[in-house]
């Protein structure tokens, strides 16, 4: 894996994703210690998502734009939310690498430009969908209420 840059702390933060995402292999499938650890409920996705948090701290330290901070924070987020589902999670975790996937963004970024700018668009649409989430339970909530009432009226 090459470096993102000639220095120690983004070096570091290519060992910690390998870390958490990829560094062990069973035949030709990578996994890392993120899956493991979502053994434990909630402490695990906890832990790794602090870990993943801490490393997009560094990374916008080192001058990642608002835009892939916001990409980075995606990941991290999807890994969380859906690796917290028990069962389904934890098979999600070995295939969904936040870690590795914010890395080539990192990469991309440094090596390419691509992912500057405003981060803008993103939040509009995260807080759409979120809202739009929050809706869905809300009628969900409401409708399954409504049906317990009228079965047991």
Do not use: C
């Amino acid at each position: 894996m090459p470096t993102i840059k000639p220095n120690n702390r983004l070096r570091t933060i290519e060992i910690v994703a390998k870390l958490l995402d990829s560094q062990f292999k069973i035949g030709n499938f990578r996994f890392g210690l993120d899956p493991i650890l979502n053994l434990i409920p909630f402490a695990g996705d906890s832990a790794t998502a602090l870990v993943s948090i801490i490393l997009i701290y560094t990374m916008r330290k080192h001058g990642a734009s608002n835009k892939l901070i916001a990409k980075m924070l995606g990941n991290v987020a999807i890994d969380f939310v859906l690796g917290a589902i028990p069962f389904l999670g934890w098979v999600f975790d070995f295939y969904f690498k936040a870690n590795d996937k914010n890395v080539k963004l990192l990469k991309e970024h440094y090596a390419e430009g691509k992912h500057t700018g405003s981060a803008r668009g993103i939040i509009i649409f995260s807080l759409i969908i979120f809202l739009l989430m929050i809706a869905a339970f809300i009628w969900a909530t409401w409708a399954l209420t409504a049906y317990l009432f009228h079965a047991f009226s």
